[in-house]
């Protein structure tokens, strides 16, 4: 999944496991970090959405966004992104990267979102939430050789609330809601995460345009697309999470949307690679796409 083209467009979103868990196992964060960047440098992205990162400078072992950081900078990748507690170095969150030669951040265009009816509360909850859940997004304009090609995309990370399918579907609203507001017209949207729904879902189904529980939630005013649905609109064998490989529902929920004119996804895969030692990088597993830019989209 390497680019080969200038118009095409490479997005991977993982939740690569907090650092915290699994330590003193084969699974802990020590033993898989270097294997999780050589998945994340492998496939030429230009955008790489990650959750449960956890940032820990004062625990070399588990501090995620420093290795993180350090081990795609090398490869010419920067990030945005902070906890999503009160403390923006300290804590968990989905923090964005991506590639510094053809992509710039637009400064007057990112942030974090607190998941909350107080969004710009950094720490904030809402809605029976069990933690705080945020999303990260930020208007990148596109470079060639150095200089602007005038093209720009709007894209957002997020990880929603595990326990409610109501918080989750107030969470999917609210998101929905804040892209919309900062969307230009004409402009491809990506929107990144593990929403913690499978597909039919209520979350999920009002993303996608669709009306649910009518009275009570607006349609979604930027209504998306799911690029791996559409690469595979038969394929039952949809699992993102696996807990180790212990779990085998055929249920997704990781996903890669995208909405606006002149984009197409022409590949989507589930990377269910094992590492060199026979374990899994993750819990989840990596959601990797493409997609085709027509000049439109300029």
């Known amino acids: 999944m390497n680019a080969t083209r200038t118009d095409d467009l490479g997005i991977v979103t993982f939740n690569v496991r907090t650092g915290t868990c699994e330590r003193g196992t084969p699974d802990a964060w020590a033993e898989r970090r270097g294997d999780c960047i050589a998945l994340m440098l492998g496939g030429g992205y230009d955008f790489i959405g990650l959750q449960e990162v956890q940032w ?26 902070r906890s999503r507690e009160a403390r923006p170095d300290v804590g968990e969150g989905a923090p964005v990267f991506y590639r510094l030669d053809r992509w710039e951040p637009d400064p007057d265009a990112q942030g974090t979102l607190w998941l909350s009816e107080t969004p710009d509360v950094p720490d904030s909850r809402s809605w029976d939430s069990q933690c705080p859940r945020a999303m990260t997004w930020v208007r990148f304009r596109e470079l060639a050789g150095g200089d602007p090609t005038g093209r720009t995309v709007l894209f957002a990370n997020t990880h929603f609330d595990h326990i409610f399918e109501h918080t989750m579907l107030l969470q999917a609203e609210l998101s929905d809601r804040l892209l919309a507001e900062r969307a230009r017209p004409g402009e491809p949207v990506f929107l990144t995460g593990d929403f913690n729904a499978y597909e039919r879902s209520w979350p999920v189904r009002h993303l996608l345009g669709e009306t649910v529980l009518p009275g009570a939630i607006r ?63 993750s819990d989840h597993y990596p959601v990797r796409t493409r997609f085709e830019l027509s000049p439109a989209a300029r």
Do not use: K
């Open 56 to 81: 820990r400078p004062e625990d070399p072992d588990c501090d995620q966004a420093g290795d993180l950081r350090r081990g795609l900078a090398a490869r010419g990748y920067g990030m945005v992104g």
């Open 219 to 281: 349609p979604a005013p930027l209504p998306f697309r799911d690029a791996w649905r559409e690469c595979h609109p038969g394929e039952r064998d949809a699992r993102t999470f696996h807990h180790w490989g212990e779990w085998t529902n055929d249920n997704r929920i990781d996903y890669v949307l995208f909405a606006g004119p002149g984009v197409r996804p022409v590949s989507a895969d589930i990377d269910r690679t094992l590492r060199p030692n026979g374990r899994f990088p």
